[in-house]
C-alpha cells in the first residue's frame, strides 16, 4: 500500500534551534519527493522537490535529504525563526508523477 | 506573475445544493490539480486537468467533478453536498504536468451546514 508517514506530528522549539523534520514512504514507483510549508489558512508553498538521483537539496535554511534505498526524507531548518512556525507537509508522487500521496504534515512551533 | 487565484475564498453552502469553484492557473502553465486538506485527512488529490483532459483521478465519489477551459482556467463541481465535504479545497498549478514544480492557491474554504 502506498503511504507516507510523517513525524513527528507536531514539535515545539525555541527560536534560533535547529530541528529535523521526517518523512518515510512505501510509495512505488516512486518518481519525486516534494516538501512544502503550509502557513495556517493559506496554501501550501514548495520547498524544495527532490528525484530519484538527488541526495539533498537546499532552499536557504531549509535542507532536505533523500535516501531512496530506505524510502525516507528529512527536512532539516537551521536558525529556526518564528516565522518558520507552520505544518510541514511531504509530498511523494508515483509513477509518470500524476499520482500523489500525501504525509499528514508535521505541525512547528517556534517560540522565542 | 500573478500566482495562482482560487475563487470565492470562503463559501457556506446547505446539505444538497451543489457548489463550484474555480481557480486559474499562474500564466503559462497547463496543469491544474485540485485537493481537498481536512484536519483529520490532511491533504488529499482530486485530480489533475491537462490541456482540457482529466488525466489523473483521486479516490473521490463521482459529486465531485472539474473541468479545464482552453485558457487553462478550472472548474471544481460538488453536487450535492453533504457535511463531510466541508473543508479547504486547494488548486495548484504546473507548467507541464504536475510532475513539476506546483504552486498552490490560497484555497476556497466550503463550510456546509
Known amino acids: 500500500k502506498n503511504q507516507v508517514e510523517q513525524s513527528p506530528q507536531s514539535l515545539i522549539i525555541l527560536e534560533g534551534k535547529n530541528c529535523t523534520l521526517q518523512c518515510n514512504y512505501t510509495v512505488s514507483p516512486f518518481s519525486n519527493l516534494r516538501w512544502y510549508k503550509q502557513d495556517t489558512g493559506r496554501g501550501p508553498v514548495s520547498l524544495t522537490i527532490?528525484?530519484?538521483?538527488?541526495n539533498t537539496k537546499s532552499n536557504g535554511r531549509y535542507t532536505a535529504t533523500l535516501d531512496a534505498d530506505t524510502k525516507q526524507s528529512s527536512l532539516h531548518i537551521t536558525a529556526s525563526q518564528l516565522s518558520d512556525s507552520a505544518s510541514y507537509i511531504c509530498v511523494v508522487s508515483a509513477g509518470t508523477g500524476n499520482q500523489f500521496y500525501f504525509g499528514t504534515g508535521t505541525s512547528l512551533t517556534v517560540i522565542p | 506573475k500573478a500566482g495562482v487565484t482560487q475563487t470565492p475564498r470562503y463559501l457556506i453552502k446547505t446539505r444538497g445544493q451543489q457548489v463550484t469553484l474555480s481557480c486559474s492557473p499562474i500564466s503559462g502553465h497547463r496543469s491544474v490539480s485540485w485537493y481537498q486538506q481536512t484536519p483529520g485527512q490532511g491533504l488529499q488529490f482530486l485530480f489533475e486537468y491537462f490541456s482540457e483532459t482529466q488525466r489523473n483521478k483521486g479516490n473521490f465519489p463521482g459529486r465531485f467533478s472539474g473541468r479545464q477551459f482552453s485558457n487553462s482556467r478550472s472548474e471544481m463541481n460538488v453536487s450535492t453536498l453533504e457535511l463531510g465535504d466541508s473543508a479547504l479545497y486547494l488548486c495548484?498549478?504546473?507548467?507541464?504536468?504536475?510532475?513539476?514544480?506546483?504552486?498552490f492557491g490560497q484555497g476556497t474554504r466550503l463550510t456546509v451546514v
Open positions: 495548484a498549478s504546473s507548467y507541464l504536468q504536475s510532475n513539476t514544480e506546483a504552486f
Open positions: 527532490m528525484t530519484f538521483s538527488e
